[in-house]
């Protein structure tokens, strides 16, 4: 069966720092891997995804991840956080035809 | 393009009341997914509707929960009778098939159960 473990569930961070969320996953199976974005009172939104091909992927608003297939990891990471980007950020694998989510990281950025 | 529309966004009920949540999908997507989100926890899966056939509906609790897929386009998710632990956001989303495609997800309907 296939899992997704968040590591962190709280990061609080200062305004231009660097950030990572860690993800680590479990599948037997080829993966697909999702990041996606919930602001408060919202839905989720797609932040990236890993389908195929280069492993680094990138966000327009500066986010990025790397898949790890040896160390099953699929972490988040922004060289320098804005206030804007304070929301709960959850890493999700696809499998049997659903999205599998972690528990979720609340970002915090502080100015 | 408008996105996955649901209603109402916010529901207050009374403990063993129904209650009943809509969602439109975005046009053209015909796969389409109900989700339950606990306070401080992940989305997980209710049930999937590939058009208007219910493919995954194994984490539906059948006693208290429905849902039906009319024409293969809206949904609705209907909980009777409510109970106190039912009370969480439950969000709807679409893809155009239930591939690969990227899910969008609707803003949730936040149910509280008195």
């Known amino acids: 069966a296939q899992s997704v473990t968040q590591l962190d569930s709280q990061v609080p961070v200062f305004e231009e720092a660097p950030v990572e969320l860690r993800c680590n996953y479990s599948?037997?199976?080829?993966?697909?891997l999702f990041w996606y974005v919930q602001y408060p009172n919202q839905g989720l939104q797609l932040l990236l995804k890993y389908l195929s091909g280069s492993t680094l992927v990138k966000s327009i608003n500066g986010f990025e991840a790397e898949f790890n297939k040896s160390q099953t990891s699929f972490h988040l990471r922004k060289p320098s956080v804005h206030i804007s980007d304070t929301a709960e950020y959850f890493c999700a694998v696809r499998g049997g035809g659903k999205l599998i989510f972690g528990q979720g990281t609340e970002l915090s950025v502080k100015p | 393009e408008a996105g996955v529309v649901q209603s109402p966004r916010y529901k207050i009920i009374e403990k063993k009341q129904p209650v009943a949540f809509w969602c439109n999908p975005i046009?053209?997507?015909?796969?389409l997914y109900w989700y339950l989100q606990n306070l401080g926890q992940g989305p997980e899966l209710l049930i999937r509707?590939?058009?208007?056939?219910?493919?995954?509906d194994s984490q539906l609790p059948k006693d208290r929960f429905s849902a039906e897929r009319l024409k293969g386009v809206d949904s609705t998710l209907k909980i009777q009778p409510a109970e106190l632990g039912d009370s969480a956001v439950y969000l709807c989303?679409?893809?155009?098939?239930?591939?690969?495609?990227?899910?969008?997800f609707g803003p949730g309907t936040r149910l509280t159960v008195l």
């Open positions: 509707y590939e058009n208007e056939e219910a493919v995954d």
């Open positions: 046009s053209g997507h015909n796969t």
């Open positions: 989303a679409s893809s155009r098939t239930g591939g690969s495609d990227t899910q969008y």
């Open positions: 599948s037997s199976v080829s993966v697909y």
